[in-house]
């Protein structure tokens, strides 16, 4: 029994999850079975029209001239590095909570990661921490992570990026729907890289991802790298599934937004660090991360509630003097449900939960 403090009511065996991805797919099961029908019988499993409705969808809900699907997130991140100029013994600028794919990704095209530390409000690139590398340092390119939903600086990135002559590649992993002055994100890099993975906003069945660059004409380039160098193409069925999620993925942001609202009104308060939002920038919260000075107690409450702890950056820099501000966010970051579904009275569980154990 967990009996939760300063609440009206009592629950009893209630088990909280951080994602539910089976809640998702029953809210369009219907769509999605007609999507797998139509590839079972079409007898196409990789590539083919599928892939290219997909493809074509993406890219006009996006507002860009071409988007080509590959198989993971780890091989669009490689595809957009290779189209941005990134060959083996480049050297590229990444962020301190760079994630595992990123790395994974730059490891396969035998690029070297230059890491900069992170801006405290946002946990994104910091301006000043990238300019500082690139007045002293030669790089090829910027893989600049939009975090959590959040957009990264971009204008301040970009203007960087353009007056070293340094490629701009935006890593749209964790950020499907954000937006920094009224663009998405994916739509000012050389390329961007986008993953739908099983707990993403946008969800394939498998595992899937895909790379988009801002003009029509780029999108051979895209396709080269794919098909010839990498040979990671998108399969029919992962296609027909995302795409029959597309129509609804604008309606599941808002939910994410209006969730992540009442836990800025309950836990702001308390004196919690909540995520951040820009007055130029729309926060899709792929992620809903706190920040407690004593994060065990927290960790702890949530335990109870059948919230395991999340380790949020496994690859971030630890205790580096250089980077302290990714360090701290390492340490005290912590991460509660924010998915669609959520049930309201699991969302007021995790919120009597934390408050229970930031007043004790």
């Given amino acids: 029994m967990i009996i939760l403090r300063g609440t009206e009511s009592v629950s009893q065996n209630l088990c909280v999850k951080l994602s539910d991805r089976l809640a998702s797919l029953n809210e369009c099961k219907g769509d999605v079975r007609q999507a797998m029908t139509r590839v079972l019988e079409s007898g196409l499993t990789v590539l083919g029209p599928e ?8 890219a006009r809900w996006l507002g860009v001239g071409a988007a080509v699907g590959v198989s993971s997130g780890t091989d669009a991140v490689m595809v957009a590095l290779q189209v941005a100029g990134v060959r083996s013994g480049d050297r590229v600028v990444v962020d301190a909570l760079a994630s595992g794919a990123s790395l994974v990704a730059l490891t396969r095209l035998g690029a070297q990661p230059v890491r900069a530390d992170v801006e405290r409000a946002t946990l994104t690139l910091a301006p000043a921490a990238l300019e500082d590398i690139l007045a002293r340092e030669s790089v090829q390119a910027v893989l600049v992570t939009h ?194 579904q959520l049930p309201a009275e699991h969302q007021r569980a995790v919120i009597a939960a934390i408050a229970s154990a930031v007043r004790a």
């Fill in 51 to 58: 892939v290219d409705a997909f493809e074509g969808a993406f």
């Fill in 147 to 340: 975090r959590d939903g959040h957009p990264a600086d971009l204008p301040a990135l970009k203007a960087l990026c353009d007056a070293h002559r340094v490629a701009l590649v935006e890593d749209c992993t964790e950020a499907l729907g954000a937006a920094q002055g009224g663009r998405r994100v994916g739509c000012v890099g050389v390329s961007a890289a986008f993953c739908f993975g099983p707990e993403r906003t946008l969800a394939a069945l498998g595992r899937a991802g895909l790379v988009t660059c801002a003009q029509a004409e780029g999108g051979g380039a895209l396709r080269t790298v794919r098909d010839t160098l990498l040979d990671c193409p998108m399969d029919s069925l992962q296609a027909a599934v995302l795409r029959a999620q597309l129509r609804g993925v604008d309606g599941a942001i808002l939910r994410r937004q209006s969730i992540a609202l009442r836990y800025d009104t309950a836990l702001g308060p308390l004196g919690v660090v909540i995520p951040t939002e820009r007055s130029s920038a729309t926060h899709a919260y792929c992620r809903y991360v706190i920040r407690v000075a004593d994060p065990q107690p927290v960790r702890a409450a949530l335990a109870a509630l059948g919230l395991g702890e999340e380790a949020l950056w496994p690859f971030g820099t630890v205790a580096d003097p250089l980077m302290p501000v990714a360090a701290q966010a390492v340490q005290q970051g912590i991460a509660v449900p924010v998915y669609p």
